[in-house]
C-alpha cells in the first residue's frame, strides 16, 4: 500500500518531474547562463538509476505523473529506452523538449507510447529566436512541433514572455489556437542564477489576459487543482492558453511537484536552496526513502522559502537565489 508524500502544510505530491541530462543544445537567454558548465556522463543517472528512483517514488509513494525534462532531454542517446521504462509505470507520462532533435526521435517515442510534449518556443521570428537562443534553429522546431502534432501527439507550447523581446507575438500564439488543437502557455519570466531577470523585464499575467482581452474575448476554463497553468480558450476555437503567473500570482498553495536533477539531487521546489542527494546514497546501495521523506517533510510553504517576486524584493530574491540554472532544473 503506498504511503503518499505529505508535506508540513498537508500538500499531498503525485507529480516528479526527472532532469535526465543537464546540458542542451540551444543557450536560451532565461535558462542558461554564458558560462555554464556541464557534468560529466559519470555522474548523470544511469537508465537503470532512473527507473528504480521512479519506481520507488511511484510505488513506494503513489506519485502518479511523471515528466522527463533536462537540459534537453533527447540529447540522451537512450532517451527513447527510458520513455519505454517509464511507460511500464501506472503514471501519466510527459516530455519536455526544445524541439531541435525531435525528428530524430519522434516515430520512437510515439512507438514507446509517449503521447504528451510540452515545447518550449518563445518566437515565430528565426532573427528573435537567434536573439533568445542563442543560436539559430527556428524553422527545424517549428517544422518538429508540427510533425508531432500532425502524429497524434498532445502539444503544450511554452512560451517564456519577456518584456521588450517577445510580448509583442502574444496574439499571434493565442491565434494559432483558433485551427489547432494545441495548448499554449505564457509563462512569467522568472528568476534564476545567470538569466538577468529583472522584475521591470517580467509582462506580468494581468498584462497578458489585457493584451489579449483587447482583440479576442474569451472564457476561463476550469483547472486541475495541482495545475501550474490558469487555462482560457477563445469560444469555438480548437485549442486554448494559459498563463503560469509564479511572479504575480504564485500557486504554492495546491503544489504536488517534486523534482530529481540529472545527477540524483531531490528538490522539493523549482526555487529550492537545499537539494538532497539521493544518487550517492543509491550508488552506496543504502536505502533512499528517510531521505526522500525528510526532503518533502522540509519543504517550504511557498517560492522555496524566497520572498514573493516584488518590485520592492528584487534584491533579496537576487541574493537569496539557489545557485542552480533554470538548465539543470528543468522545465
Ligand atoms: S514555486 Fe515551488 S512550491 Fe511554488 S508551485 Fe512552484 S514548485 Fe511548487
Same mark, same amino acid.
Given at each position: 500500500m503506498s504511503q503518499p508524500l505529505t508535506d508540513r502544510h498537508s500538500r499531498i505530491h503525485r507529480s516528479l518531474r526527472i532532469s535526465i541530462v543537464d546540458k542542451c543544445d540551444l543557450r536560451c537567454t532565461y535558462c542558461m547562463?554564458?558560462?555554464?558548465?556541464?557534468?560529466?556522463?559519470?555522474?548523470?543517472?544511469?537508465?537503470?538509476?532512473?527507473?528504480?528512483?521512479?519506481?520507488?517514488?511511484?510505488?513506494?509513494?503513489g506519485v502518479n505523473k511523471i515528466r522527463l525534462t533536462g537540459g534537453e532531454p533527447l540529447l540522451r542517446p537512450d532517451v527513447?529506452?527510458?520513455?519505454?521504462?517509464?511507460?511500464?509505470?501506472?503514471?501519466?507520462?510527459?516530455?519536455?523538449?526544445?524541439?531541435?532533435?525531435?525528428?530524430?526521435h519522434l516515430d520512437g517515442l510515439y512507438e514507446a507510447?509517449?503521447?504528451?510534449?510540452?515545447?518550449?518556443?518563445?518566437?515565430?521570428?528565426?532573427?528573435?529566436?537567434?536573439?533568445?537562443?542563442?543560436?539559430d534553429g527556428y524553422w527545424t522546431v517549428w517544422n518538429n512541433v508540427r510533425r508531432a502534432h500532425d502524429k497524434g501527439m498532445r502539444i503544450k507550447l511554452n512560451m517564456v514572455v519577456m518584456r521588450g523581446v517577445n510580448d509583442d507575438e502574444i496574439l499571434r500564439f493565442v491565434q494559432l489556437t483558433e485551427h489547432n488543437d494545441i495548448h499554449v502557455r505564457f509563462i512569467e519570466f522568472m528568476p534564476f542564477a545567470g538569466n538577468h531577470w529583472g522584475r521591470e523585464r517580467v509582462y506580468t499575467y494581468a498584462e497578458m489576459l489585457g493584451h489579449i482581452g483587447s482583440v479576442y474575448s474569451f472564457e476561463k476554463l476550469t483547472d486541475d487543482p495541482h495545475s501550474t497553468a490558469k487555462a482560457y480558450r477563445v469560444p469555438g476555437?480548437?485549442?486554448? #492558453? $494559459?498563463?503560469?503567473? +509564479?511572479?504575480?500570482?504564485?500557486?504554492?498553495?495546491?503544489?504536488?511537484?517534486?523534482?530529481?536533477?540529472? @545527477?540524483?539531487?531531490?528538490?522539493?521546489?523549482? #526555487? $529550492?536552496?537545499?537539494? +538532497?542527494?539521493?544518487?550517492?546514497?543509491?550508488?552506496?546501495?543504502?536505502?533512499?526513502?528517510?531521505?526522500? @521523506?525528510?526532503n518533502v517533510l522540509a519543504k517550504h510553504a511557498m517560492l522555496g522559502?524566497?520572498?514573493?517576486?516584488?518590485?520592492?524584493?528584487q534584491e533579496e530574491v537576487l541574493h537569496d537565489l539557489s545557485a542552480r540554472p533554470m538548465v539543470s532544473i528543468g522545465g
Open positions: 547562463p554564458e558560462d555554464q558548465h556541464f557534468l560529466k556522463r559519470e555522474e548523470l543517472m544511469t537508465r537503470e538509476e532512473i527507473g528504480t528512483i521512479a519506481r520507488l517514488f511511484v510505488e513506494r509513494y527513447v529506452d527510458i520513455v519505454r521504462d517509464m511507460i511500464e509505470l501506472p503514471v501519466s507520462l510527459g516530455l519536455t523538449t526544445n524541439a531541435m532533435n525531435l525528428h530524430k507510447g509517449l503521447r504528451k510534449l510540452n515545447v518550449s518556443l518563445d518566437t515565430f521570428d528565426a532573427e528573435r529566436f537567434r536573439t533568445i537562443a542563442r543560436r476555437w480548437s485549442g486554448t #492558453f $494559459a498563463v503560469i503567473s +509564479t511572479v504575480t500570482e504564485p500557486f504554492c498553495g495546491n503544489c504536488d511537484r517534486l523534482r530529481i536533477t540529472a @545527477e540524483g539531487k531531490m528538490r522539493n521546489c523549482l #526555487f $529550492a536552496r537545499e537539494e +538532497t542527494d539521493l544518487l550517492s546514497a543509491l550508488r552506496r546501495g543504502e536505502d533512499i526513502a528517510p531521505l526522500i @521523506e525528510a522559502g524566497l520572498p514573493q517576486f516584488k518590485p520592492e524584493k
